[in-house]
């Protein structure tokens, strides 16, 4: 339908390093949960094998967190992208059902929105794609090729870009806010 591909876009690497740490931090407090099972408890045993046979006799607890920790980081982190093809390219909305094909002669212009992280794709039915990768120059070569016409100005977008750290600070953040209220017991009635 669109061709043979091109190219795919990867999640920026400050992103990767983000989902790393809250799968090592979310895998801590697996492992160390695991030592308070009452099950887990009747050996006296806490070395890391136990652990493992542990799981490997009561699966439940890390079916749950390989479905809601592991699958999402590694699509999110290595798979999931935008797919740039000869005729268009695929728009990855988060989930694979949500993706949505858009041919280059739907494409109006772009507009670079930081250096080398960045550009906004604007369709001619008023749809915005941002699309962020570790090297977008890629992304403005294959749109070039397309005879599709861009700004490589700066504006006010690039504030927003700017201040991923922020961003990344509040998530962390929340996240180690939510743990702290967890081990606390304050979740609970």
Do not use: W
Request: aromatic share 20%; with cysteine; glycine share 6%.
């Amino acid at each position: 339908m669109l061709g043979k591909r091109l190219y795919k876009t990867s999640m920026l690497n400050v992103f990767r390093l983000v989902i790393a740490a809250l799968v090592i931090f979310f895998f801590n407090n697996f492992y160390l949960e695991t030592f308070t099972y009452e099950n887990f408890q009747l050996n006296r045993r806490f070395r890391i094998l136990d652990v493992i046979d542990y799981h490997y006799h009561y699966p439940a607890e890390f079916i749950t967190f390989f479905c809601l920790i592991i699958i999402p980081a590694v699509y999110y982190g290595f798979i999931r992208g935008v797919r740039f093809y000869e005729k268009g390219f695929i728009f990855n909305r988060g989930l694979p059902f949500l993706n949505k094909a858009i041919p280059y002669s739907d494409i109006k212009t772009y507009k670079l929105l930081h250096p080398k992280k960045a550009i906004s794709i604007h369709a001619n039915n008023g749809d915005i794609f941002v699309i962020a990768d570790n090297s977008v120059e890629r992304v403005i070569a294959i749109l070039d090729q397309q005879n599709i016409h861009g700004d490589l100005a700066q504006d006010n977008y690039v504030r927003l870009f700017g201040n991923y750290k922020k961003f990344l600070m509040m998530v962390v953040g929340f996240t180690v806010f939510i743990f702290i209220f967890k081990k606390l017991g304050l979740f609970h009635p």
